[in-house]
């Protein structure tokens, strides 16, 4: 498998480094990390960042409180779509979609590829169509209008599965290799999940949203900015569950940091190390 590293969408919040630890200037940047894998079944990606449509028509899909918190730049080329054909990929070559959770910036562009089976954990799915993700923030951050035509999903429990260092994992996603899985790691959302990629000689986990700072996970002292932690105590679910992964994403980085790279989804820092080693 070959697996390229995809920024599919840029915000910068106002706070400069009070968001991301490294700005100067008074915008912070965040990133919207996402996977394209090349695999012997077709192509798959790892969440979709912002989508066309979303591009095209902000209003109509976006919530105003989110667009204007994180100072959403909604660039047409930093979409999924546009990235693969400038990588001279053919977009309906995309065969499986795996989302980690469903908020608005993970989830744009599954319309933009009608062809992909989309698979999720059944308790997400629930969780977003019933906008259950915090009262105000719920009704905001899930945005059904981004999938609402005709997506052909596969729902998977969040418990089960055979462990992947002392993680519940779910094997066996339905087409996909099994070098691929998903993780549970409750607590950001209610179903929301991590992404294992077995590469040639490690893994790679998508922890998406279950930490925003590499200081959280990739020191032994916890270390995250103001900012970052104000914003994920306001789209938390559960706290004792978002913690307790935090956790154990820092055990797994120092116990077995030699065989597991971890990432999330939105610090800079990470994706542009992690792009520039392809």
């Known amino acids: 498998m070959r697996i390229h590293h995809l920024n599919c969408g840029t915000c910068c919040p106002v706070g400069g480094r009070l968001f991301d630890g490294t700005s100067d200037a008074p915008f912070a940047k965040l990133v919207c990390h996402c996977l394209l894998i090349e695999t012997d079944r077709g192509l798959v990606l790892v969440d979709t960042g912002f989508g066309m449509r979303d591009v095209e028509r902000p209003g109509e899909r976006l919530s105003a409180f989110f667009r204007a ?43 933009d590829f009608p062809n992909a089976v989309v698979h999720v954990a059944s308790r997400e799915k629930e969780a977003a169509s019933r906008r259950d993700g915090g009262g105000f923030v719920g009704r905001r951050r899930y945005r059904p209008q981004q999938w609402d035509e005709d997506v052909d999903w596969r729902l998977y429990p969040m418990g089960g599965g055979e462990g992947w260092f002392g993680f519940d994992a779910v ?7 099994p070098e691929i899985l998903l993780v549970p790691l409750a607590g950001h959302t209610w179903g929301h999940c991590g992404v294992a990629v077995h590469a040639p000689d490690s893994w790679l986990l ?73």
């Open 69 to 111: 918190l994180n100072n959403i730049q909604l660039r047409p080329q930093e979409t999924a779509i546009a990235q693969m054909r400038a990588l001279g990929f053919d977009p309906r070559d995309v065969r499986h979609i795996v989302i980690t959770h469903l908020d608005f910036d993970h989830a744009g562009g599954i319309e």
């Open 171 to 177: 094997r066996d996603l339905d087409g996909l290799p």
């Open 206 to 278: 998508h922890a998406a949203d279950a930490y925003f700072y590499r200081g959280e996970v990739g020191t032994e002292d916890y270390q995250c900015p103001p900012g970052l932690r104000g914003y994920q105590r306001m789209m938390e679910v559960d706290r004792g569950a978002r913690l307790q992964n935090q956790a154990r994403l820092r055990r797994l980085a120092s116990e077995h940091g030699q065989h597991v790279r971890i990432f999330c989804a939105h610090d800079a820092v990470e994706f542009d190390i992690l792009s520039a080693a392809v």
